[in-house]
């Protein structure tokens, strides 16, 4: 099983930026996506932007389009969410969640449902003045 490790989380002022880190251990392949996933309070889960191992194909909510980005180091043993130009909308719990499959549709569904798996506990970001 994959397990995974978020950190990064802060308090920042708006226009701030942070980086979050997903590391991704256990036994695990290219057959993997990996997905950042936030939970404000009193909302549901959603999904903020995934990666598939498999072919490098990211998504971004359109939220945060143009001011996320998510990465993973060649090891595909951390997925990394750089975070710019932070608004307070932005405050969260952000979790990381993977996804065993290749097919892009499943994956695109499985996230916009926030239906991955093997989640790790979260870290809190906080975009206040």
């Known amino acids: 099983d994959v397990q995974l490790q978020a950190s990064g989380g802060g308090s920042v002022q708006p226009g701030g930026s942070l980086k979050l880190s997903c590391v991704v251990s256990g036994f695990f392949n290219d057959d993997y996506a990996i997905g950042w996933f936030r939970q404000a309070s009193g909302k549901e889960r959603e999904g903020v932007s995934y990666?598939?191992?498999?072919?490098?194909?990211?998504h971004y909510a359109d939220s945060v389009k143009g001011r996320f980005t998510i990465s993973s180091n060649n090891a595909r043993s951390t997925v990394h969410l750089q975070m710019n130009s932070l608004k307070p909308e932005d405050t969260a719990v952000y979790y990381c969640?993977?996804?065993?499959?290749?097919?892009?549709?499943?994956?695109?569904?499985?996230?916009?449902?926030?239906?991955?798996?093997?989640w790790g506990q979260g870290t809190q970001v906080t975009v206040s003045s």
């Open positions: 990666i598939s191992f498999s072919d490098g194909t990211t």
């Open positions: 969640g993977a996804y065993h499959g290749v097919d892009s549709l499943a994956i695109y569904y499985r996230w916009l449902e926030a239906s991955f798996a093997s």
